[in-house]
């Protein structure tokens, strides 16, 4: 499955996506922030990021806009 995402400048409280397989992340315009189990990661503009599902994680933008690919495949 792969969509455009277009994420809000807050993190949801109860917004933490987990689910099976692997998730890519490819930063299509724009600066966002990445906040997984255990750390938080800066993308931007060009970078990938790929993580398996079911690590907890949120995405917030950082920018004015922001936009990303997002690809979930199952194992």
Same mark, same amino acid.
């Given at each position: 499955?792969?969509?455009?995402?277009?994420?809000?400048?807050?993190?949801?409280?109860?917004?933490?996506?987990?689910?099976?397989? &692997?998730?890519?992340?490819?930063? %299509?315009? @724009?600066?966002?922030?990445?906040?997984?189990?255990?750390? +938080?990661?800066?993308? =931007? &503009?060009?970078?990938?990021?790929? %993580?398996? @599902?079911?690590?907890?994680?949120?995405?917030?933008?950082? +920018?004015?806009?922001? =936009?990303?690919?997002?690809?979930?495949?199952?194992?």
């Amino acid at each position: 499955m792969a969509f455009v995402l277009h994420p809000s400048d807050q993190f949801e409280e109860d917004g933490r996506a987990e689910h099976a397989g &692997t998730e890519g992340v490819y930063v %299509l315009e @724009g600066q966002v922030e990445m906040r997984l189990a255990d750390r +938080s990661s800066g993308l =931007s &503009t060009g970078d990938y990021l790929q %993580l398996p @599902g079911h690590l907890p994680h949120q995405i917030r933008k950082v +920018s004015q806009r922001a =936009s990303l690919l997002v690809v979930v495949g199952r194992d």
